[in-house]
């Protein structure tokens, strides 16, 4: 196991007999999740899906992967919210934010994630003169950022390649029986894959949701996979010593000392989609009935020169959990200069993660200084095997601590409200009642 949470950096905040205090109520939740009794009880699948998989799912998403890796330029990627982050995320944190610069053969580009025409429109200048398949991801089929961008894109695929081979470079994820998606995927003869009935969006990474997108960009999924195997294994029982819990446990009690923003920070920008892929997850899953912590996220030292002003000095509303990445991908040799003109020579002869170090150790110091709570995820470092260990660490201390907060943590009905609203105003058949009530309300 890579990933380690540390309370190093709590000592002034929280003292030892507020996390004995605090067991009982962890207890009760992990009795909750175990016996499957609590809220939400019919979205637990991720809980044993590192090993309790559709293996013969997992070798079609590989030989799909290599298909789309020999008989493509581009692949582009269709889905919001959980289908989308978090492959987005695994990619870019192992492979980097300019992975498609950078790495030579496939290019990966994520959309449907929006309904911006610019947005759109750049994406289909990426195609221009490639040769390129499409992953279109939707559990309900009916989502409507990710379905309009389909339909645009299929038809871009059609005119380029005609529909029979469109046909075969078309992939869909979505629900394994039900579903507009579904039914047009069968009709159409689409390879398709499923997200499980019992797996809701934010835990879907580790599905045919994340699977295929991320074996596309060339990373190991049986590592992924054995990551998340460790870590389900290594949090599965109820003590002090289990390091998921305790992370679940310093959110609450920092919540319920008047913590109400949890800023989560890296060093590394490579983890800046890892972060969005955490604030979905922490946010859907706990902000509900007027209460949660707000999640928010910085990618440092970058955002120390901006939102560093308000950590140190502002309303004292937040704590930090920083991921501490222990080894970067690739590290750089700082040459010493002579004449030295920049005045930069105290900082050479040394790798620049050193001098990342550093500015890191430098700003908990500091934070904590200014009254800010820093809790510690240490990760040998963003290779597959220690992402899946530190997605399956994110899933259960964010399930501990729904229950910890007494709410489901696995449902999201606040996201319906703007949908409603969008579907009005556009005038879709059903709303004309909310349509004219909305316009009023426009003026
Ligand atoms: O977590 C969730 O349930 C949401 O973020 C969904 O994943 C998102 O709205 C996309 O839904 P769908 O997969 O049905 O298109």
Redesign the pocket.
Known sequence: MGVHFSKKYLGNFISEHEYEAIMPQVQAAHDALVNKDGPGNDFLGWMDLPVNYDKEEFARIKEAAKKIREDSDVLLVA?????YLGARAVVEAICGQMHNETQDGLKIYFCGNSISPTYLNDIIKVTKGKRFSINV????GT?TE?ALAFRVLRQLLEDQVGAEEANRRIYATTDRAKGTLKELADAQGWPTFVVPDDV???FSVLTAVGLLPIACAGIDIDALMQGAADAMKEYSVCDLNNQAYQYAATRNILYRKGKSVEMLGCFEPNFTMMNEWYK?LFG?SEGKDNKGLMPASCVFSTDLHSMGQFIQEGSRVLFETFVDIKKPQEDLYIQSIEGNFDGLNFLADQNMSVVNRKAMEGTILAHNDGGVPIALVEVDELDAYNLGCLIYFFWKACAISGYLLAVNPFN?PG?ESYKKNMFALMGKPGYEDAKAALEARLG
Do not use: C
């Open positions: 889905g919001i919210g959980g289908s991801i939707s559990k309900s989502t990710t809701g969006g934010r979905q859907e999201q996201v």
